[in-house]
């Protein structure tokens, strides 16, 4: 027990200060994350929208990550990553505290759209923040932490979200606005006069690494833009987590709506007590590579686990493995890009790599729950685990170029 407990103790250390605060925005931040698991059953059940409707909306979610992603990343560059943060949290209040009143298809598509650009605008600021904080040596531990406290945060909000939604599916939005105001105001009170450890870094690099020095174009940059490619398919065959796994869990396995909600809330659970030990552990003995290719196709395994016809433990060891392979895959994404980039450029490439996840919520529901329809569960299973398979072999080929 002395030894656990030392690892854990061990794991944490070292992270700076603003890295914790950061962790603290962030976790009030996505707190409030009531309205997307509520969004659909809000449009079907309050709105009577149709499926095809409902569908449209949350596209537009996701045509709006994409969109705020790049805008994010490139307002980084040209404004710098605390007014980026400041004015997307502060934005993103009224947005909440108005958005039910759009009560038609059309307006509230566009309030959606609207708002996720604004709200997403905040993440390619906040990593380059992460970046810019860091202590070098430690930078993958505090993207953990920040992840840590995304998922601590998508525990608690949901949780709240039905509480609320039990009275009425308007305090959704009002305790998101809450919640994004708190982050604000923690924000700029801690950051408003901070200034980066990392502020420096490019002036000491060596005359001879002349390429190095020079600020590349994300978008223009091969190697990185092959690397967001194969990020989008993790993304595009992990999100199944997200839409057609639930799905699974109801029509294909017969569980109700409360043992769904527990299974997946124990993903959650699994990251926020062994992520950060496990990251420590890990980037101590393989390189990013090796642990990128491992965690891709741990992830694919699980997927192929749903395919055996056992009973509810099975499905939590499989869930178990997935967050095995999210916790070894996706907080070095944020490392390769943030070291890929120069100074001036970090905003660009956090953004170009937030694009990339982002992408992947437009398409990702689409074509799991065709696959599903069209071909069953089974073929989905296989297939998803063939992407992860083939996106690990692309990781470890892309990234030894990189």
């Not at 604000?184 to 000491?204: G, H, S």
């Not at 499905?315 to 895959?329: D, K, N, P, Q």
């Not at 170009?352 to 074509?367: G, V």
Request: some cysteine.
């Amino acid at each position: 027990m002395k030894r656990i407990i030392q690892l854990y103790i061990n794991s944490y250390k070292g992270l700076s200060k603003e890295a914790w605060l950061l962790a603290i925005v962030m976790l009030i931040n996505r707190t409030g994350s009531m309205v997307i698991p509520f969004l659909s059953m809000y449009m079907s059940s309050e709105l009577n929208f149709s499926k095809s409707q409902v569908g449209i909306v949350l596209g537009c979610f996701g045509l709006g990550s994409v969109c705020g992603s790049w805008l994010g990343g490139w307002l980084t560059d040209k404004l710098g990553n605390f007014r980026v943060q400041a004015v997307s949290l502060i934005l993103v209040v009224p947005l909440f505290l108005v958005l039910p009143n759009f009560k038609t298809f059309e307006g509230l598509a566009l309030m959606i759209f609207i708002l996720t650009l604004i709200a997403d605008t905040f993440r390619p600021a906040n990593s380059v923040a992460v970046a810019r904080y860091a202590k070098p040596e430690n930078l993958t531990k505090a993207y953990s932490l920040n992840r840590m406290a995304v998922n601590l945060g998508f525990s608690i909000g949901p949780a709240l979200g039905g509480f609320l939604a039990s009275f009425s599916y308007d305090w959704i939005f009002y305790g998101n606005a809450i919640a994004a105001f708190a982050a604000a105001i923690v924000f700029v009170y801690f950051f408003r006069n901070r200034i980066p450890r990392n502020k420096i870094k490019t002036l000491n690099i060596p005359e001879d690494k002349e390429y190095e020095k020079k600020d590349r174009n994300a978008y223009l940059d091969p190697p990185f833009i092959v690397f967001n490619i194969f990020c989008c398919l993790f993304s595009m065959a992990f999100f199944q987590l997200l839409s057609t796994l639930p799905l699974f869990y109801k029509e294909d396995r017969g569980m109700s709506e409360g043992a769904i909600g527990l299974l997946l809330g124990f993903s959650g659970f699994v990251i926020v007590l062994f992520e950060m030990i496990l990251v420590h552990g890990v980037e101590r003995r393989f390189t990013p590579r090796q642990v990128m290719i491992y965690g891709t196709a741990i992830a694919g395994l699980s997927y192929l686990m749903l395919n055996a016809p056992f009973g509810l433990a099975w499905l939590y060891l499989a869930m178990f493995i997935l967050s095995t392979g999210e916790m070894l895959t996706l907080p070095f994404t944020a490392t390769i890009s943030a070291s890929r980039a120069t100074f001036n450029t970090q905003g660009a490439y956090m953004g170009f790599n937030s694009l990339a996840f982002a992408a992947a919520n437009i398409f990702s529901p689409y074509l799991g729950t065709y696959v599903a329809e069209h071909y069953g569960y089974q073929t989905l299973w296989y297939g998803t685990a063939l992407v992860l398979l083939f996106t690990s072999m692309g990781f470890s080929w892309i990234l030894k170029k990189m």
